[in-house]
């Protein structure tokens, strides 16, 4: 391959890369999808494809959804055994966010209704929202016609609005309740937790990545609690990560979250929804390999004071 053709994919690469991510929700499939890209890439003849860009869109969508209707995804989507793999704000992966529309199609809370979506309806969501394809172009992407194009984001568009709980909040807003959220969970009362949970809420956690299914809550006072012991320290919770972490906030995928750092490594996460001042939903994260893109990134950042200097 010569340098052009190197240099015009690489050019891309984040772009196919944040897409993979959309798709699949796994920063480390990912990377596959487009390194498999590459590949191909490198095997075709560059000189002879009239438009590079959709042409690479086209691969690593089209390996993207070989992946979704593989047998192991489809079992892994039906058991609900894994939550999307979480990126520290500033990651290259989430990319584009310059409108709503972009920033919610990377949310935590949206990657997790788009596993419900079928394969070629994620497709078209994320391509006309997060890329702004028009349907011709995603018609051409998928194979399919134009109106399946249309129908497909409806579908997606409506399902997701059905199922979404949160909201855009801005920065210092949403770092004010997460702050006040901690307070209330160190507080001993259980009742300032319910109080700051809309009575809709909702709290998906991996159980310290022990739990061979995901732990689901749906009621306020439940997850109060969740959050109350899950918050209390103790010597086993302590062994099991490794030390007394400190708890830092700091966006994740567009949220805010609590962070629990051990030397400078993530052990664990807890991702919140807010709306209207309250949280609408939490996702608690400590599968180690669910961390690992997370962690490296948090390595290389200078953050901010711990809120909690040591659980």
Not at 45 to 52: N, S, V
Not at 121 to 141: C, G, K, N, P, Q
Request: proline share 5%; with cysteine; charged share 25%.
């Amino acid at each position: 391959m010569d340098t052009a053709a190197l240099e015009r994919f690489e050019a891309g690469r984040n772009r196919l890369a944040s897409l993979a991510y959309r798709l699949l929700g796994s920063a480390a499939d990912a990377e596959d999808a487009v390194q498999d890209t590459f590949l191909r890439w490198q095997a075709a003849d560059p000189d002879h494809i009239a438009a590079p860009e959709a042409w690479l869109t086209k691969v690593v969508t089209n390996l993207c959804l070989d992946r979704l209707r593989s047998a192991q995804a489809r079992h892994e989507r039906a058991a609900g055994d894994r939550l999307p793999e979480p990126l520290l704000e500033g990651d290259p992966m989430l990319g584009p966010a310059d409108t709503v529309e972009q920033r919610e199609t990377v949310s935590l809370a949206v990657l997790t209704l788009m596993e419900r979506l079928a394969p070629v309806e994620r497709a078209a969501y994320v391509l006309r929202e997060a890329f702004s394809y028009r349907h011709a172009e995603i018609a051409a992407i998928l194979d399919i016609s134009e109106s399946a194009s249309q129908q497909h984001v409806h579908r997606a568009r409506r399902r997701i609005a059905a199922g979404r709980r949160g909201g855009e909040v801005d920065p210092a807003s949403a770092r004010r309740v997460v702050e006040e959220f901690l307070a209330a969970a160190a507080s001993g009362r259980t009742e300032r937790l319910v109080a700051m949970l809309t009575a809709d809420a909702t709290a998906v956690s991996d159980g310290y990545g022990l739990a061979k299914r995901l732990l689901r809550y749906t009621t306020p006072e439940r997850i109060a609690s969740l959050v109350r012991a899950g918050l209390t320290p103790t010597p086993a919770k302590r062994r099991l990560a490794g030390g007394s972490p400190a708890l830092h906030i700091a966006p994740v995928n567009g949220s805010p979250s609590v962070l629990a750092v051990v030397d400078d490594r993530v052990v664990g996460i807890v991702v919140l929804d807010v709306r209207d001042g309250k949280v609408a939903s939490l996702y608690g994260i400590a599968t180690r390999d669910r961390l690992t893109r997370l962690d490296a990134r948090w390595r290389h950042r200078a953050p901010d004071a711990p809120a909690v200097t040591a659980w």
